[in-house]
Protein backbone atom coordinates (compact mmCIF):
# COMPACT_ATOMS: atom_id res chain seq x y z
CA UNK A 1 0.00 0.00 0.00
CA UNK A 2 1.21 3.30 -0.91
CA UNK A 3 0.46 5.66 1.73
CA UNK A 4 0.09 9.68 1.13
CA UNK A 5 -0.95 12.09 4.58
CA UNK A 6 -1.74 15.50 3.75
CA UNK A 7 -4.50 17.97 4.42
CA UNK A 8 -7.89 16.59 3.18
CA UNK A 9 -8.18 19.65 0.32
CA UNK A 10 -4.53 18.33 -0.81
CA UNK A 11 -5.74 15.05 -0.87
CA UNK A 12 -8.63 15.50 -3.24
CA UNK A 13 -6.40 17.44 -5.37
CA UNK A 14 -3.70 14.30 -5.48
CA UNK A 15 -6.34 12.02 -5.82
CA UNK A 16 -7.68 13.63 -8.65
CA UNK A 17 -4.26 13.82 -10.31
CA UNK A 18 -4.95 9.91 -10.46
CA UNK A 19 -7.96 10.68 -12.40
CA UNK A 20 -6.13 13.09 -14.92
CA UNK A 21 -3.41 10.74 -15.77
CA UNK A 22 -6.29 7.18 -15.90
CA UNK A 23 -7.83 9.44 -18.40
CA UNK A 24 -5.14 10.74 -20.35
CA UNK A 25 -3.84 7.11 -21.07
CA UNK A 26 -7.14 5.74 -21.59
CA UNK A 27 -9.85 7.73 -21.95
CA UNK A 28 -12.59 4.78 -21.94
CA UNK A 29 -11.51 3.67 -18.98
CA UNK A 30 -13.75 1.86 -16.37
CA UNK A 31 -14.14 4.22 -12.85
CA UNK A 32 -15.19 2.37 -9.96
CA UNK A 33 -17.45 4.74 -7.50
CA UNK A 34 -18.25 5.71 -4.23
CA UNK A 35 -20.67 7.66 -2.05
CA UNK A 36 -20.68 9.54 0.83
CA UNK A 37 -19.25 12.49 2.84
CA UNK A 38 -15.21 11.54 1.90
CA UNK A 39 -15.67 11.41 -1.85
CA UNK A 40 -16.80 14.78 -1.94
CA UNK A 41 -13.82 16.70 -2.35
CA UNK A 42 -12.31 14.76 -5.23
CA UNK A 43 -15.87 14.72 -7.15
CA UNK A 44 -15.78 19.02 -6.56
CA UNK A 45 -11.85 18.87 -7.61
CA UNK A 46 -12.80 16.69 -10.54
CA UNK A 47 -16.06 18.70 -11.83
CA UNK A 48 -13.52 21.72 -11.81
CA UNK A 49 -10.85 20.10 -13.57
CA UNK A 50 -13.46 18.95 -16.14
CA UNK A 51 -14.74 22.59 -16.68
CA UNK A 52 -11.36 23.93 -17.22
CA UNK A 53 -10.95 21.28 -19.96
CA UNK A 54 -7.65 19.64 -17.71
CA UNK A 55 -9.76 16.27 -18.09
CA UNK A 56 -12.76 14.56 -20.24
CA UNK A 57 -15.58 11.90 -19.14
CA UNK A 58 -16.62 11.81 -22.29
CA UNK A 59 -15.38 7.85 -23.43
CA UNK A 60 -15.44 6.48 -19.51
CA UNK A 61 -17.87 4.60 -17.63
CA UNK A 62 -18.72 3.71 -14.46
CA UNK A 63 -19.55 1.93 -11.40
CA UNK A 64 -20.67 3.05 -8.16
CA UNK A 65 -19.98 0.08 -5.33
CA UNK A 66 -23.54 0.34 -3.89
CA UNK A 67 -27.34 1.13 -3.04
CA UNK A 68 -29.89 1.04 -0.42
CA UNK A 69 -32.31 -1.60 -1.07
CA UNK A 70 -35.56 -0.23 -1.51
CA UNK A 71 -34.49 3.36 -2.85
CA UNK A 72 -35.81 4.44 -6.16
CA UNK A 73 -32.83 6.41 -7.81
CA UNK A 74 -35.16 9.64 -7.08
CA UNK A 75 -35.17 9.47 -3.45
CA UNK A 76 -32.93 12.18 -2.47
CA UNK A 77 -31.01 9.26 0.03
CA UNK A 78 -30.34 7.12 -2.84
CA UNK A 79 -26.66 6.85 -3.79
CA UNK A 80 -27.92 7.28 -7.59
CA UNK A 81 -29.50 10.85 -6.91
CA UNK A 82 -26.07 11.57 -4.52
CA UNK A 83 -23.75 10.76 -7.60
CA UNK A 84 -26.17 12.81 -9.90
CA UNK A 85 -26.01 15.67 -7.86
CA UNK A 86 -22.66 15.34 -6.98
CA UNK A 87 -20.46 14.50 -9.90
CA UNK A 88 -22.41 13.07 -13.02
CA UNK A 89 -24.15 16.29 -13.09
CA UNK A 90 -20.76 18.57 -13.03
CA UNK A 91 -18.74 16.60 -15.82
CA UNK A 92 -18.73 15.45 -18.88
CA UNK A 93 -19.82 11.70 -18.37
CA UNK A 94 -22.70 9.72 -20.50
CA UNK A 95 -25.28 9.17 -18.17
CA UNK A 96 -26.30 5.82 -20.15
CA UNK A 97 -22.58 4.70 -19.10
CA UNK A 98 -22.86 5.50 -14.96
CA UNK A 99 -24.04 3.10 -13.21
CA UNK A 100 -25.20 2.21 -9.56
CA UNK A 101 -26.77 -0.76 -8.64
CA UNK A 102 -30.47 -0.57 -8.46
CA UNK A 103 -32.07 -0.44 -4.78
CA UNK A 104 -35.63 -2.07 -6.45
CA UNK A 105 -36.49 -5.44 -7.47
CA UNK A 106 -33.24 -6.75 -6.43
CA UNK A 107 -32.48 -10.38 -6.24
CA UNK A 108 -28.90 -12.52 -5.75
CA UNK A 109 -29.53 -12.36 -9.75
CA UNK A 110 -29.64 -9.13 -10.41
CA UNK A 111 -26.59 -8.92 -8.00
CA UNK A 112 -24.38 -11.67 -9.65
CA UNK A 113 -25.62 -9.64 -13.21
CA UNK A 114 -23.94 -6.41 -11.67
CA UNK A 115 -20.35 -8.59 -11.61
CA UNK A 116 -21.24 -9.38 -15.31
CA UNK A 117 -21.56 -5.87 -16.90
CA UNK A 118 -18.75 -4.89 -14.78
CA UNK A 119 -16.68 -7.90 -16.39
CA UNK A 120 -18.65 -7.14 -20.20
CA UNK A 121 -16.87 -3.39 -19.55
CA UNK A 122 -13.41 -4.97 -19.09
CA UNK A 123 -12.60 -4.47 -15.76
CA UNK A 124 -12.80 -1.64 -13.00
CA UNK A 125 -9.43 0.11 -14.06
CA UNK A 126 -9.90 2.15 -11.29
CA UNK A 127 -11.67 1.50 -7.73
CA UNK A 128 -12.51 5.05 -5.14
CA UNK A 129 -13.37 3.68 -1.81
CA UNK A 130 -14.24 5.76 1.66
CA UNK A 131 -14.01 3.61 4.42
CA UNK A 132 -16.80 2.98 7.26
CA UNK A 133 -15.41 3.30 11.16
CA UNK A 134 -15.93 -0.75 11.51
CA UNK A 135 -13.58 -0.88 8.61
CA UNK A 136 -15.94 -1.97 5.97
CA UNK A 137 -15.42 -1.13 2.05
CA UNK A 138 -18.87 -0.82 0.33
CA UNK A 139 -21.26 -2.44 2.50
CA UNK A 140 -19.03 -5.45 2.96
CA UNK A 141 -19.76 -5.17 6.86
CA UNK A 142 -17.13 -7.01 9.22
CA UNK A 143 -16.66 -11.02 8.56
CA UNK A 144 -17.89 -10.87 4.62
CA UNK A 145 -15.37 -13.34 3.17
CA UNK A 146 -13.29 -12.32 0.67
CA UNK A 147 -14.43 -14.30 -1.88
CA UNK A 148 -17.67 -12.29 -1.86
CA UNK A 149 -19.54 -10.95 -5.20
CA UNK A 150 -21.79 -8.21 -5.51
CA UNK A 151 -24.69 -9.23 -3.16
CA UNK A 152 -27.43 -7.86 -0.80
CA UNK A 153 -26.31 -7.33 2.83
CA UNK A 154 -27.96 -6.51 6.05
CA UNK A 155 -26.26 -3.33 7.35
CA UNK A 156 -25.26 -3.23 11.29
CA UNK A 157 -26.72 -1.02 13.40
CA UNK A 158 -23.13 1.08 13.71
CA UNK A 159 -23.58 1.87 9.91
CA UNK A 160 -27.11 2.65 9.97
CA UNK A 161 -26.64 4.73 13.01
CA UNK A 162 -23.56 6.31 11.14
CA UNK A 163 -25.82 7.20 8.05
CA UNK A 164 -29.19 8.70 9.53
CA UNK A 165 -27.53 11.67 9.50
CA UNK A 166 -28.73 12.20 6.39
CA UNK A 167 -32.16 10.53 7.19
CA UNK A 168 -35.05 11.79 9.73
CA UNK A 169 -34.85 9.00 11.65
CA UNK A 170 -33.11 6.15 12.26
CA UNK A 171 -36.14 3.94 10.91
CA UNK A 172 -36.25 5.70 7.51
CA UNK A 173 -32.52 4.32 7.06
CA UNK A 174 -32.69 1.11 4.81
CA UNK A 175 -31.95 -1.80 6.71
CA UNK A 176 -30.20 -3.38 3.28
CA UNK A 177 -28.05 -2.57 1.06
CA UNK A 178 -26.58 -4.32 -2.47
CA UNK A 179 -22.78 -3.87 -2.23
CA UNK A 180 -19.99 -4.90 -4.63
CA UNK A 181 -18.27 -7.65 -2.21
CA UNK A 182 -14.74 -7.77 -2.06
CA UNK A 183 -13.51 -9.94 -4.86
CA UNK A 184 -15.37 -7.26 -6.64
CA UNK A 185 -13.30 -4.76 -5.41
CA UNK A 186 -10.10 -6.63 -5.19
CA UNK A 187 -10.22 -7.49 -9.01
CA UNK A 188 -10.05 -3.44 -9.64
CA UNK A 189 -6.56 -2.96 -11.05
CA UNK A 190 -5.73 -0.19 -9.37
CA UNK A 191 -7.78 1.32 -6.16
CA UNK A 192 -7.31 4.26 -3.97
CA UNK A 193 -9.29 4.73 -0.63
CA UNK A 194 -9.67 7.75 0.83
CA UNK A 195 -10.22 8.96 4.67
CA UNK A 196 -10.60 12.01 6.64
CA UNK A 197 -11.11 12.80 10.00
CA UNK A 198 -9.91 11.61 13.38
CA UNK A 199 -13.05 9.27 13.44
CA UNK A 200 -11.60 7.22 10.60
CA UNK A 201 -7.69 7.24 12.53
CA UNK A 202 -8.63 3.36 14.07
CA UNK A 203 -9.93 1.62 11.43
CA UNK A 204 -7.02 3.27 9.00
CA UNK A 205 -4.68 1.85 11.86
CA UNK A 206 -6.40 -1.83 11.60
CA UNK A 207 -6.54 -1.45 7.92
CA UNK A 208 -2.94 -0.44 7.22
CA UNK A 209 -1.17 -1.50 10.31
CA UNK A 210 -2.99 -4.82 11.59
CA UNK A 211 -3.20 -8.29 10.51
CA UNK A 212 -5.46 -9.04 7.24
CA UNK A 213 -8.75 -10.20 8.53
CA UNK A 214 -12.20 -10.67 7.28
CA UNK A 215 -13.12 -8.81 10.83
CA UNK A 216 -11.90 -5.42 8.63
CA UNK A 217 -12.73 -5.73 5.70
CA UNK A 218 -10.22 -2.48 4.76
CA UNK A 219 -7.28 -4.53 5.56
CA UNK A 220 -7.65 -7.07 2.66
CA UNK A 221 -6.54 -4.15 0.38
CA UNK A 222 -2.86 -4.82 1.82
CA UNK A 223 -3.22 -7.76 -0.64
CA UNK A 224 -4.07 -5.35 -3.62
CA UNK A 225 -0.29 -4.75 -5.75
CA UNK A 226 -1.96 -1.36 -6.58
CA UNK A 227 -3.55 0.74 -3.64
CA UNK A 228 -3.09 4.42 -2.95
CA UNK A 229 -4.75 5.57 0.51
CA UNK A 230 -4.87 9.15 0.72
CA UNK A 231 -5.27 10.22 4.60
CA UNK A 232 -5.78 13.62 5.99
CA UNK A 233 -4.08 14.03 9.14
CA UNK A 234 -6.46 13.34 11.52
CA UNK A 235 -7.26 9.99 9.95
CA UNK A 236 -3.35 9.67 10.07
CA UNK A 237 -2.61 10.26 13.70
CA UNK A 238 -2.96 6.65 14.80
CA UNK A 239 -0.27 5.49 12.71
CA UNK A 240 2.96 4.51 14.02
CA UNK A 241 1.50 4.57 17.63
C1 LIG B 1 -20.21 4.52 -0.06
C2 LIG B 1 -19.63 3.37 0.61
C3 LIG B 1 -19.23 3.39 2.06
C4 LIG B 1 -18.57 4.69 2.48
C5 LIG B 1 -18.19 4.65 3.96
C6 LIG B 1 -17.63 5.98 4.43
O1 LIG B 1 -20.51 4.23 -1.41
O2 LIG B 1 -19.49 2.37 -0.01
O3 LIG B 1 -18.36 2.31 2.29
O4 LIG B 1 -17.43 4.91 1.70
O5 LIG B 1 -19.31 4.34 4.73
O6 LIG B 1 -18.61 6.96 4.37
P1 LIG B 1 -18.25 8.49 4.60
O7 LIG B 1 -17.37 8.90 3.46
O8 LIG B 1 -19.58 9.21 4.56
O9 LIG B 1 -17.55 8.59 5.90
Known amino acids: MKIVIDTSEAIAQKAAEKYVELLDAKPDAVLGLATGSTPLGLYAELAKLCARGKITFAKAHSFNLDE ?24 DMRIEETHVPSGVDVT ?52 RQANKRFFNSLEEVPTHAVTMGIS ?58
Do not use: W
Open 68 to 91: YMGLEGTHDQSYRYFMNENLFSHV
Open 108 to 159: EQTAADYDKLIEQAGGIDLQLLGIGNNGHIGFNEPNTPFGSKTHIVELTDST
Open 184 to 241: TVMHAKSIILMAIGAGKAQCIKDTVEGPVTEAVPASVLQLHPDCTVYLDYEAASLLGK
